[in-house]
């Protein structure tokens, strides 16, 4: 997602974020820096560390129940990406790890319901 580009985390703690990003950035970036900052871990870069943040950011920021909601009507990922008010990437992380049963459930059904109004 690139989300560690737009804000960093110190020593201290304090979210420094960059300038000129907008709302959905803005808050993307500080939900992934805050999400480093639950798990205690280390900021160099791990691939796999970074994976994990951006899915539980996505997770975090994109309610399953809002994301069935949007996928209804949304005619493009830019679309939808804004009404969540993430980013583009945010949305697709999320849709790609969809992995809480119950959550998974209820995508499952959407989209069953989806194929069924074809």
């Not at 900052?37 to 691939?47: A, F, S, T, V, Y």
């Not at 994990?52 to 949304?74: G, M, P, S």
Request: charged share 30%; aromatic share 4%.
């Amino acid at each position: 997602m690139g989300l560690e580009q737009n804000a960093t985390l110190d020593t201290a703690g304090i979210v420094q974020i960059a300038n000129g990003l907008d709302y959905a950035e803005r808050r993307c970036a500080l939900m992934h820096e805050l999400v480093h900052d639950e798990r205690g871990l280390p900021h160099e870069h791990d691939p796999a560390e970074e994976a994990a943040v951006e899915r539980e950011t996505a997770r975090r920021l994109i309610h399953v129940d809002d994301l069935i909601d949007v996928a209804r009507w949304a005619l493009s990922m830019e679309e939808a990406a804004y009404e969540l008010a993430v980013t583009e990437d945010t949305l697709v992380c999320r849709l790609g790890s969809i992995t809480h049963p119950v959550d998974r459930q209820k995508w499952r059904a959407f989209v069953d319901e989806m194929a069924a109004d074809r």
